[in-house]
Nanobody, 121 residues
């Protein structure tokens, strides 16, 4: 089992910045990717940014140029630096981990409890 703990959410004005952190613990071997998703009330959860074990990153079009995902493999931590925040960024942000021990078993997906980000206009 992988346990994920997010932190760093809060209330900011439009144009401000926040940095989210997610620490993974437990069975953290064979993690293939870590990322951030968000979910606004009444909407589906969507991918914000992801990073693979090899260091490749990908971003939602809506956050490109504003958000940066990074990781510290020693600390089993992934970060999301959010700059130039907009009201539409308001959502619960969830840390995600994909773990693959054996190809025959298939991937395992884990989620954190979420951290609230609110951006005022």
């Amino acid at each position: 089992q992988v346990h994920l703990v997010e932190s760093g959410g809060g209330l900011v004005q439009a144009g401000g910045s926040l940095r989210l952190s997610c620490v993974a613990s437990g069975s953290i071997s064979s993690i293939k990717a870590m990322g951030w998703y968000r979910q606004a009330p009444g909407k589906q959860r969507e991918l914000v940014a992801g990073i693979t074990s090899g260091g490749s990153t990908n971003y939602a079009d809506s956050v490109k140029g504003r958000f940066t995902i990074s990781r510290d493999t020693t600390k089993n931590t992934v970060y999301l630096q959010m700059n130039s925040l907009k009201p539409e960024d308001t959502a619960d942000y969830y840390c995600n981990v994909v773990r693959l021990v054996l190809l025959t078993t298939g991937p395992e997906t884990y989620w954190g409890q979420g951290t609230q980000v609110t951006v005022s206009s």
